[in-house]
């Protein structure tokens, strides 16, 4: 499994895996709720959601959705849970995470694009890795797309030499570089977001609803990038070892200077 997981990410820029099913149920069940709290809809089913709510009142659920699952701690433990052990493969035990991102794009909807780009042009840490969960079945552009570690670093390379060059222009000339993710729900994937991804207008016929969440080793370094995003600003502590627990409430280090 291990070696699967890194030889996927260094090829890919991705792993494709099935989540733990039962943190994966708990995960939906918690959204469940939280859609029919704001929504007072009887009957839910997130495919075909375009066809009950008002695209002008999508954004003000999404954010609505957002700050309570980031306050429920049921909701950010099973979404480590999910995926616990390759999490921790990928980036180590005693890690820190971000905010879980809520993303609903309707079809045909024009206001919900995430244009192709890397997370570290907004000052993240290059040793993230990124967790995607859809809560249904994705493909083609309802899905999301990434490009592979070679062309990423090809086309980063083009985007710092050419001041000139725009992501219109990036987005057209390498649309057959993109790796459109079908992924079933149950299913996720851990990906490098030092790699280009994003999506483009949803033209399926179905919405798609989907969590992402960075998590970060909290020892791991940091980039000439990293401005505010630190840890305790936007990376919080989620599993500490106890030795790093200690350390962090007595400060032996300044008695050692």
């Known amino acids: 499994m291990k070696t699967k997981i890194t030889n996927d ?3 890919n820029g991705y792993h494709k895996f099935k989540l733990n099913q039962k943190a994966f149920k708990k995960l939906k069940e918690i959204l469940l709720k939280e859609i029919t709290s704001k929504t007072k809809l009887k009957k839910i089913n997130l495919s075909k959601i375009h066809n009950k ?3 002008k009142d999508l954004n003000d659920l999404r954010l609505g959705i957002f700050h309570s ?3 429920n701690l049921n909701f950010k433990k099973a979404l480590y849970l999910s995926a616990k052990e390759k999490i921790n493969y990928c980036v180590g035990s005693e890690i820190c995470s971000s905010d879980a ?3 609903i794009q309707f079809p045909n909807d024009q206001s919900s694009l995430l244009r192709m780009h890397t997370d570290f042009f907004s000052g993240e ?10 809560f249904v079945n994705v493909k083609k552009t309802q899905s999301m797309f990434i490009i592979n570690p070679i062309n990423s670093i090809k086309i980063l390379k083009k985007i710092k030499n050419d001041k000139l060059i725009t992501f219109d222009h990036i987005d057209k000339k390498y649309q057959s570089k993109m790796k459109w993710l079908t992924i079933n729900e149950g299913e996720a994937v851990l990906f490098s977001p030092n790699c280009l991804h994003g ?4 033209i399926e016929k179905n919405t798609r609803w989907s969590i992402n969440i960075r998590y970060k080793n909290i020892f791991s370094p940091y980039s ?4 505010e995003k630190k840890i305790g600003s936007f990376y919080k ?4 070892g106890a030795i790093t627990q200690f350390n962090l409430h007595y400060n032996f280090d300044e008695i050692a200077k």
């Not at 999506?199 to 949803?202: A, E, G, H, T």
């Open 9 to 11: 990410i260094i090829k």
């Open 53 to 55: 709510i008002n695209i």
């Open 69 to 71: 699952i980031n306050k």
């Open 101 to 103: 991102n809520l993303s």
């Open 125 to 134: 840490s290059i040793f993230q890795v990124n967790l995607w969960i859809p």
């Open 199 to 202: 999506n483009v207008v949803n």
């Open 224 to 227: 000439n990038h990293e401005n």
């Open 237 to 240: 502590p989620l599993n500490l």
